[in-house]
């Protein structure tokens, strides 16, 4: 009897679904479409993450030290360095390599190349280039490479500009996750309202029915389940149809994109690819949960009868 | 078979629908119960199906009190009274078969049992060789039968009737009496509410009187007497 019923179920929601199939098409394009605002919103999102990523990869401090310090005391303060907690990396610029560089860059400067030359010796000293484990840790290591033994070596530790970088990506980070919250939210609410609207709509067309099997003898649980299996598949159907379509128009764009990302390495049809199974998961248990209450609380007034 | 004790139903703020009714119903009985629009008939089959609570006073269908029947337990009060109704209520886009296999197909009756026992409704009331008509292809009186048809798969052991004949004509409304006759006959307690004197005053049973919500006489044999 219990298979017998759960056939029954399967067969009234698939009529259901098909006999209000116009609604059905109408409910998972609100559907799709609220997915996409959704989707949206966590691309910008990891836009953002990945643009603030790709600039703190390039937060430094740079330690210069005087022009007298040899490479082996230089590399002497680079294992005290190395081992902090804060450090992640620390690189080591012997003074030639410095002078090298700084004559490549300055390779079009007459006067610096001048003066160079006249000076006839390396006026730089070795250096060291730090990168920390977090950007909130930069001060804290810059206090202690100031306390370590071999500090009196140091000429000067160059990071003031990147300090106030570095808070600024923070403020605009975090500006940035507000309103990527706000807006999913608000999203949410809107596709809130309109599936349960439309769910609504869909119980309303079948009220005959559903008020015929009241009073013929019909449970609430046989009742009310149909609604419960057609919102579950309005759910798949919908970010199905939701997921091929964003990875089609992914395909197409994305080429197009990567000059809109400029030097940020970041490939955001990857992304979701990568997150493909924990996004559509997500999306799909959010929606169950989504369609399963609509259905329960819109079918309550018809279960009255 | 039925008892109404002290049965009082109000309707907020100020309605009141019944007042005090009482009445005892035996097995096998066929009563009408008779009354003019708005004296509280529908009310009554509302409380008997338990679409409805009463405000006052206790509902009893076969020894069970359904006065305040949990919402869980109001399927299983269904199975054992068969309604019909002034409007049919079926299902135009099935077919009579599938009117009359709707009732035993939700509550998850086998389809077995469903081939056995729509056929032999369907001959109780005359339906044979309409099997696989639609609703819209049959006269009113054939619709109503439909409806008692229906309303017996459960063999129900009532059958409450509220104006079956309201939208027939004086042919059919001798049809539909004749069919609930018979399955009177064959040992169901039926209640037939209307305001149809006519029909009330050919069947010569007993026949409750309610007046603004009141019981006003209740007879044997009786009239319809307003």
New interface residues.
């Given amino acids: ?1 219990f298979f ?2 759960i056939y ?1 179920i399967i067969k009234f929601a698939l009529q259901s679904f098909w ?1 209000n199939f116009w609604l059905s098409v109408v409910t998972m394009t609100i559907i799709v479409l609220s997915l996409f605002s959704i989707t949206i919103v966590v691309g910008v999102n990891a836009v953002s993450e990945a643009t603030v990523e790709s600039i703190k990869d390039k937060i430094d401090v740079s330690v210069f030290f005087k022009t007298e310090v040899t490479e082996q005391q230089a590399l002497s303060v680079r294992q005290e360095i190395g081992v902090l907690p804060e450090t992640e990396s620390v690189e080591l610029v012997s003074a030639d390599q410095a002078l090298v560089s700084f004559s490549t860059i300055h390779a079009g400067n007459s006067v610096i190349q001048e003066t160079l030359r006249e000076i006839g010796e390396n006026p730089l000293g070795p250096l060291l280039i730090i990168r920390a484990q977090n950007t909130d840790d930069y001060n804290n290591l810059i206090l202690k490479i100031q306390d370590l033994e071999g500090s009196e070596l140091i000429e000067e530790i160059d990071f003031q500009d990147r300090a106030t970088l570095i808070a600024k990506i923070d403020s605009f980070n975090s500006k940035i996750s507000t309103v990527a919250l706000f807006i999913s939210l608000l999203f949410l609410i809107i596709a809130i309202l309109v599936v349960f609207n439309t769910i609504r709509l869909g119980i309303y067309s079948q009220r ?2 559903v ?10 649980f ?2 009310r389940s149909p609604f419960i299996i057609i919102g579950v598949a309005y759910a798949l159907f919908s970010v199905g149809i939701f997921w091929i379509l964003l990875l089609a128009i992914l395909a197409w764009i994305n080429p197009g994109l990567a000059p809109f990302f400029g030097g940020i390495n970041f490939d955001i049809q990857e992304y979701f690819v990568q997150n493909f199974f924990r996004l559509f998961l997500y999306e799909f248990l959010g929606l169950v949960i989504l369609n399963t209450l609509s259905s329960w609380i819109a079918i309550r007034r018809y ?1 009255k ?1 | 078979m039925i008892q109404f004790r002290n049965i009082s139903k109000l309707y907020q703020p100020v309605t009141t629908a019944l007042k005090d009714v009482t009445f005892h119903i035996k097995p096998g009985e066929f009563v009408s119960i008779v009354g003019q629009s708005g004296t509280g008939k529908t009310t009554l089959v509302r409380l008997m199906i338990a679409e409805e609570a009463p405000s006052k006073g206790r509902v009893i269908i076969g020894g069970w009190d359904i006065s305040f029947i949990r919402r869980s337990e109001v399927s299983y009060l269904r199975r054992q009274i068969g309604v019909i109704y002034q409007d049919f209520k079926l299902l135009n886009h099935k077919t009579v078969y599938e009117n009359v296999a709707f009732a035993l197909e939700v509550v998850g009756a086998t389809t077995k049992k469903i081939e056995h026992v729509v056929p032999q409704v369907l001959k109780i009331v005359g339906l044979e060789g309409k099997e696989f008509r639609f609703p819209k292809q049959i006269s009113g009186g054939e619709q109503q039968r439909v409806a008692i048809a229906r309303s017996l798969v459960h063999q129900p052991k009532l059958l409450v009737a509220d104006e079956p004949t309201g939208n027939l004509d004086s042919i059919n409304t001798r049809e539909i009496i004749d069919i609930l006759k018979k399955v009177n006959e064959l040992g169901t307690t039926v209640l037939l509410v209307t305001h149809n004197r006519d029909v009330v005053n050919s069947l010569r049973r007993r026949v409750i009187t309610l007046e603004n919500g009141q019981v006003v006489s209740d007879k044997e044999n009786g009239r319809y007497v307003l």
């Fill in positions: 009897m017998v019923h029954r006999r005959e029915e008020g015929i099997m009241k009073l013929v003898g019909a449970s609430n046989y009742t279960l009868i």
